[in-house]
């Protein structure tokens, strides 16, 4: 039996339907994550499972318990929002203790509690400072101080991290993960940001439309997209059409090919390999640490990624290449 087991669940407003026939179970201890461009649903998903929003049809159980229609506090769920969502006018140790308090738990016991979590998240000294007083990914931390200290049997991030600038975001995303594998605590993280979900999950859900497009380890779905909207959207995958799979490669597909970019192998002069395509660099681009060139073959431009080694590398417009592209990293998706 699943820790969460999501059957057919579907949210309508009106004649819209945001989600769409969900099924999906969660095991004890996983960090999962649901992925997918703004609008998809997640969440709408994410709202259901704390109680926040009441599902058109299907069913939510937690350890084998059916709460589709439970209050949400009666859920056991600890959630943090993309806003901080904190009391100004309460301290950091006050936002903490909130819940605990709701709860009716002991002075000494909300103390403790609130004691712990304070050096689980590191905001040691900050007890008595006042949101307004904190920066962005301190506030944050108290939210999620603030969802641990009722020792929740789930917890929930919506996109925790996205008003946060990028090295505070890594760093927190970091901390974040060493809590949840500490505490061995079953999370779902909600994210548009295919980078994010890559480094902290261990299953991936990708989202489209409502539905789940593709689930799998954060390997499997990079490497391995099922459709070409999870090829599209975890990459800069290159994505042929049945014509150009033919014309280039000599494939007969229905679907699309996708190829990733660092897949590509690219010779330059004197590397010779007659069975590799020809083909003429177009244009590049600096991604920093890789050099992302266009390079044009029979008609059809694919993006190949090379390690940026050193200056002299740099390939000139015009400069005639050779492509390597082995069988096994090209993917038919639907
Ligand atoms: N309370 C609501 N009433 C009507 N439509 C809503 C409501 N909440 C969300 N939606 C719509 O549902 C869709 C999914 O929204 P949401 O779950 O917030 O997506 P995401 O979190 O993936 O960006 C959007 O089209 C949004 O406009
Ligand atoms: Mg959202």
Avoid: W
């Amino acid at each position: 039996m699943a820790f969460l087991d999501i059957a057919q669940l579907s949210k309508r407003y009106g004649k819209q339907t945001v989600v769409d026939n969900v099924d999906m179970q969660i095991q004890a201890g996983e960090f999962v994550t649901f992925l997918g461009p703004s609008g998809c649903g997640k969440t709408t998903l994410l709202r259901m499972i704390a109680g926040f929003e009441t599902p058109s049809a299907g069913a939510i159980r937690l350890q084998g318990e059916d709460i589709t229609a439970a209050p949400a506090q009666k859920r056991g769920i600890g959630m943090v929002f993309q806003s901080y969502a904190l009391f100004p006018n309460m301290d950091v140790a006050a936002n903490i203790a909130f819940g605990l308090k709701m709860q009716k738990r002991s002075a000494d016991d909300i103390r403790r509690k609130v004691a712990e979590v304070i050096a689980l998240v590191e905001l040691n000294g900050r007890e008595r400072h006042y949101p307004h007083q904190l920066s962005g990914g301190q506030r944050q931390r108290v939210a999620l101080a603030r969802a641990l200290v009722v020792e929740p049997r789930i917890l929930l991030l919506d996109e925790p991290l996205s008003a946060l600038d990028a090295r505070i975001r890594r760093n927190l995303r970091e901390q974040i993960r060493d809590i949840q594998r500490r505490l061995g605590l079953t999370t779902i993280f909600v994210t548009h940001d295919q980078e994010e979900a890559l480094t902290l999950s261990d299953r991936i859900f990708v989202m489209n439309q409502g539905k789940v497009e593709q689930e799998g380890a954060a390997e499997t779905i990079y490497t391995q997209p099922a459709t070409e909207f999870v090829a599209r959207f975890m990459g800069n995958y290159n994505l042929l059409d049945a014509q150009q799979s033919h014309a280039l490669l000599g494939l007969e597909i229905s679907g699309h090919l996708a190829i990733r970019p660092e897949s590509i192998h690219l010779l330059a002069d004197g590397q010779r390999d007659e069975t590799a395509l020809p083909a003429v660099i177009r244009q590049h681009q600096l991604l920093g640490n890789i050099i992302r060139y266009q390079v044009e073959s029979k008609g059809t431009l694919l993006q190949v990624d090379r390690l940026n080694r050193n200056a002299g590398d740099l390939l000139a417009r015009g400069t005639e290449v050779r492509l390597q592209i082995r069988r096994n990293d090209m993917r038919e998706v639907r």
